[in-house]
Structure formats: structure tokens, C-alpha cells
């Protein structure tokens, strides 16, 4: 059984960064995406990044996109959002998903999610 567990959000100023780390277990050795998605209140959950396990290609939403940097630990089954530059906007519920066969920046194609992790960003 695949499980997800995301950690590392807080509450952090304007311009600062924070590491996240989503902890996977039960995932076979295979060719997947493994995807970071947030949540604002009141608004839908949209994706920010996504990397394929084996081939290394990483996405970002262009929101993101040199900010944010997906990597990942094969050995320690974990994957990190390394969220520099952050601004009040970033504000949400970060959500670690996985794995998707198909695509990576549609939540539904994938079919395990964490609990999420609350990142507040203070101007």
C-alpha cells in the first residue's frame, strides 16, 4: 500500500525559503511522476511541480518556475520541494502525489496523495 507523508511547511516572511520532503512508501521500482500540488483557501488545488522517478526530467508551473526546484532521493524513497524566494501568494496547503503513469500536471492522474503541509508566507 502506497503511503505519502509530507513535512517541512511553516510560517516563513516574504523572500525566505523552506524545504519540503514527502516520505514514500510501498512504491515499486518503476517509471512514474511523482508530483508537488497546492491548495489556497477557497481556490482549487493546482499543480506546482512534478519529476519522473528514473529519467530525472522535472515541471513547474510557471508561477514557480525559478523558485521552486523538485528533486528526489531514489536510495530514501523521498521526494523534496525546495521553495526559495517565496512569496504571500505561495501561501496554501502543499500536497505531495504519486505515482502518475500518464502526464503530471493533472491531479488526476494521480492516485495517492499525503495529508499536506501548511506553508504561510507573511509579506
Known amino acids: 500500500q502506497v503511503q505519502l507523508v509530507e513535512s517541512g511547511g511553516g510560517l516563513v516572511q516574504a523572500g525566505g525559503s523552506l524545504r519540503l520532503s514527502c516520505a514514500a512508501s510501498g512504491l515499486t521500482f518503476s517509471n512514474y511522476n511523482m508530483g508537488w500540488f497546492r491548495q489556497a483557501l477557497g481556490k482549487e488545488r493546482e499543480f506546482v511541480a512534478a519529476?519522473?522517478?528514473?529519467?530525472?526530467?522535472?515541471y513547474y508551473a510557471d508561477s514557480v518556475k525559478g523558485r521552486f526546484t523538485i528533486s528526489r532521493d531514489s536510495a530514501k524513497n523521498t521526494v523534496f520541494l525546495q521553495m526559495n524566494s517565496l512569496k504571500p501568494e505561495d501561501t496554501a496547503a502543499y500536497y505531495c502525489?504519486?505515482?502518475?503513469?500518464?502526464?503530471?500536471?493533472?491531479?488526476?492522474?494521480?492516485?495517492?496523495w499525503g495529508q499536506g503541509t501548511q506553508v504561510t508566507v507573511s509579506s
Open positions: 519529476i519522473t522517478w528514473l529519467g530525472r526530467s522535472t
Open positions: 502525489a504519486g505515482p502518475s503513469y500518464r502526464g503530471y500536471d493533472d491531479p488526476r492522474s494521480y492516485s495517492k
